[in-house]
């Protein structure tokens, strides 16, 4: 459709392309708003937000520990393992593994190890861990692939060994590493703060309690404790404090769980195990393949991909409408504080928690997702956008207001605006999943169904779906972005 270029035509053809696409989706979604009085419920949740009422310290402050504890355990053990691999990502097994790993949601993996270890330390822990293993072993390998080789080339007199691997690459790609270590234990903590919504211990269960019964203040309360802690990341957040909270957070909540290993046992070489295959059955197993496919997992796969294709192409509509707020091309400094305060807060909630806020407002269609979705994403992209805008350089007298925006930044930035939003439609997707399991009729729905009606080998074949569904869609992200040569640094994904 397009050739290997960067130049502004393929550029549009690659955005109508996906603007028609989402067009069409559209045309097949439900987007109908089904409670009677929204902006009645809305209006009791604005007053609670405008008159917050605090948890007592005694309560709060287990839950606001095992948040930081699953947190930091497990993305900094993920970092460790995630650099490991990122050493051999040029193995097709390796890259596959950490796919894999991160195609499958902490939600769903957490769903899964519920029923091995419990709600125990060890499940909260593992279900940060694995899929955040494989998010950094990507990011990782894509900033050592990109730094600068000279250096190392040419000193290296003998095969490449590992000290002249961390005197040379490792160093020069410090700053990177750090910064994005930094970026995903923010992230870290949205994804234990979420877990709290399949029973974990968390603030995410203390939210969920909140809400559903209407206690919007108290909601509130929690709810900016919770965005305080994400502000105040970028200044207690030091490497040099990094072993001291590593050891803190091990010590408080070691990641153990206490269960029968008969039970573990069945779990694994029994209830996961379809039907058929138990007793050998093949052609038993491909008709309940079949069966499962017809019934649910293609209508679990349509919807997750028009919930993920309208919510893309909103999403990039919201960045490049939020981000000049956030630049010093367009706006003061006290706008560009606020602008920046309320990127925060809006990316400081995870979707999961935006989206179970709108149903309660709107009712059950894909309407609350796909603004939990766009909200979530367009200001995490609008904030890069803003950062990268300041290293452009303008002549002195160049054009002001909107002819500023698109006759001069806009061009310029398009390029990264693309490479950003193609690197977040996995995760766009990947988060449609669970947002099945508040009722969208995506593969999560299904996964959920199958986990309360105890059939664990129908939860693992949907979420096998979602993950090669998910792995697919990276790849075709890639390829876009490599037939386009577009770009943007891998540590702001």
């Known amino acids: 459709m397009f050739k290997a270029t960067s130049s502004s035509h393929a550029l549009i053809q690659v955005t109508f392309l996906m603007i028609g696409l989402a067009f069409v989706a559209f045309l097949f979604s439900d987007i109908a708003i089904h409670t009677s009085q929204p902006w009645f419920e809305l ?15 005694h309560t709060l402050w287990p839950a606001l520990c095992k948040t930081l504890s699953f947190a930091i355990q497990g993305v900094v053990c993920s970092a460790l393992l995630g650099f490991i691999l990122a050493l051999f990502f040029n193995y097709t097994w390796i890259r596959l593994l950490a796919s894999f790993s991160r195609a499958i949601h902490e939600l769903f993996w957490a769903l899964l190890f519920i029923q091995i270890a419990g709600l125990s330390p060890l499940t909260g822990f593992l279900a940060i861990l694995i899929p955040y293993t494989g998010v950094f072993a990507k990011v990782f390998s894509e900033i050592l692939d990109e730094c600068d080789k000279e250096p190392e080339r040419s000193l290296s007199l003998n095969p490449p060994n590992l000290s ?4 040379t690459r490792f160093f020069m790609c410090w700053e990177q590493l750090k910064n994005y ?10 994804s234990s703060a979420i877990l709290g919504f399949v029973g974990l211990p968390t603030l995410g269960f203390e939210l ?15 709810l900016y404790l919770f965005f305080i802690l994400i502000i105040s990341l970028k200044y207690v957040f030091k490497v040099t404090l990094l072993p001291f909270y590593v050891v803190a957070a091990f010590l408080y909540l070691p990641p153990v769980a206490s269960g029968s290993w008969t039970l573990m046992w069945g779990f694994i070489t029994h209830d996961i195990v379809p039907a058929p295959l138990r007793t ?14 017809l019934n649910s997992a293609f209508k679990g796969v349509f919807n997750s991909l028009i919930l993920a294709q309208i919510a893309l192409v909103c999403t990039g509509v919201m960045s490049l409408t939020l981000f000049p707020f956030r630049s010093a091309l367009f706006f003061s400094k006290p706008w560009r504080f606020i602008s920046h305060s309320g990127l925060i807060v809006l990316r400081s909630c995870p979707e999961y928690l935006l989206t179970f806020i709108s149903l309660l407002i709107f009712g059950p269609s894909m309407l609350p997702a796909i603004i939990a979705l766009s909200v979530h994403n367009s200001s995490i992209i609008a904030h890069l956008l803003a950062l990268q805008s300041a290293q452009l350089k303008l002549q002195i007298d ?11 930044v806009l061009p310029r ?8 939003l193609f690197y977040r439609w996995e995760i766009i997707l990947r988060e449609t999943a669970i947002l099945g399991m508040l009722g969208i009729p995506t593969l999560g729905f299904f996964i959920d169904s199958a986990f309360e009606d105890i059939r664990f080998d129908r939860a693992l074949f949907f979420i096998l779906i979602s993950a090669i569904l998910n792995m697919t869609v990276d790849s075709i992200s890639v390829f876009f972005r490599k037939r386009l040569h577009i770009h943007s640094q891998p540590e702001l994904v």
Request: charge should be negative; hydrophobic fraction near 45%.
């Open 43 to 57: 209006s009791l949740m604005l007053k609670g937000f405008a008159q917050p009422v605090f948890m007592s310290w």
């Open 164 to 167: 002249l691997f961390l005197y």
């Open 181 to 190: 270590l930094s970026y995903r234990l923010e992230c870290g903590l949205r």
């Open 208 to 222: 969920e309690s909140f809400f559903k019964q209407g206690d919007y203040a108290e909601a509130a309360g929690l």
């Open 280 to 293: 050998g059955d093949w052609l038993g197993f491909l008709d309940w393949c079949k069966t499962l496919c």
């Open 398 to 408: 160049v054009q002001v207001g909107f002819n500023r925006y698109f006759y001069e």
């Open 413 to 420: 930035l398009y390029g990264n605006f693309l490479a950003l």
